[in-house]
């Protein structure tokens, strides 16, 4: 059997892993400024949308209500918005804000055939979508700009000049993974639940402090009826430098650590 340190550390150094909802991932969309892009939305939940490398700063489209101006860092807005009096009676959305993350969570007002047109704004681009519900439980729609250069991750221009980058990260990952802590790490014990998509308990136990580096050891729970198969994109975000998960498939009622690596010392 493999242990922790030999089943996580080629996960590190392949890049980052992340979880997605039983039967698909998200939808990766190559966009450009001005050019429409089509995408899936659910019709019964939320549907999650990011820009690689940018934050969302506006949403433009026909919105029935929204939370963003009371709760834009909780993603749970939206049912807070359904909870609000219509702005727009005649809207075809609910739109929540996670504006820690940059990221916005939309919901159909009613179902249909009709696709629903918006337009997505960041501080570089305004991407242009045309949206067709589905009969999935949620979604996820992560937008690529190959025209705008990446924003590196904070502090790690300095620490990828040389090997310490590589050993920190090694050194935090087996710290996370470690029934003792490392002398040169502190720890806070937290146990925070945290949303994530339907069907999937997420609890933040701990946060590690130590070479330059903050790390998140989660709990991940398969909470629905069916099997949840883990895949990349979903924990990623710009201050992410890497992301390791112990199981990579969980039956209903199974539970795994997930292991989140940020820049900074800070948590």
């Given at each position: ?12 150094l392949a ?177 925070e639940p945290q949303q ?72």
């Amino acid at each position: 059997m493999k242990s922790v340190r030999d089943c996580l550390l080629p996960a590190l150094l392949a890049g980052g892993a992340a979880a997605a909802y039983a039967a698909g991932g998200p939808q990766t969309l190559d966009v450009s400024d001005g050019v429409t892009v089509e995408a899936r939305i659910s019709s019964q939940g939320p549907t999650r949308i990011r820009v690689e490398g940018a934050r969302i700063q506006d949403v433009i489209g026909n919105v029935y209500a929204s939370s963003c101006s009371a709760r834009q860092n909780d993603p749970s807005g939206l049912a807070a918005a359904q909870n609000n009096a219509a702005i727009n009676p005649g809207g075809e959305f609910i739109l929540g804000c996670d504006a820690a993350k940059g990221e916005v969570y939309l919901r159909p007002v009613a179902a249909g055939a009709k696709p629903i047109s918006l337009f997505i704004a960041t501080d570089r681009a305004t991407y242009t979508m045309l949206l067709t519900r589905t009969d999935s439980a949620a979604e996820t729609i992560v937008l690529r700009d190959k025209d705008q250069p990446p924003r590196p991750a904070r502090g790690s221009q300095s620490a990828a000049r040389g090997g310490d980058y590589v050993r920190g990260l090694k050194a935090m990952l087996l710290a996370l993974a470690a029934a003792e802590l490392p002398d040169a790490v502190s720890e806070r014990r937290l146990q925070e639940p945290q949303q994530l998509w339907r069907g999937a308990g997420l609890v933040l136990e701990r946060t590690l402090s130590g070479y330059d580096l903050a790390g998140d050891h989660y709990t991940l729970t398969n909470l629905g009826p069916a099997p949840m198969v883990l895949a990349e994109q979903e924990f990623d975000r710009d201050d992410v430098l890497a992301v390791s998960i112990e199981s990579l498939t969980l039956r209903p009622g199974e539970s795994t650590s997930v292991f989140i690596i940020r820049s900074g010392s800070q948590p």
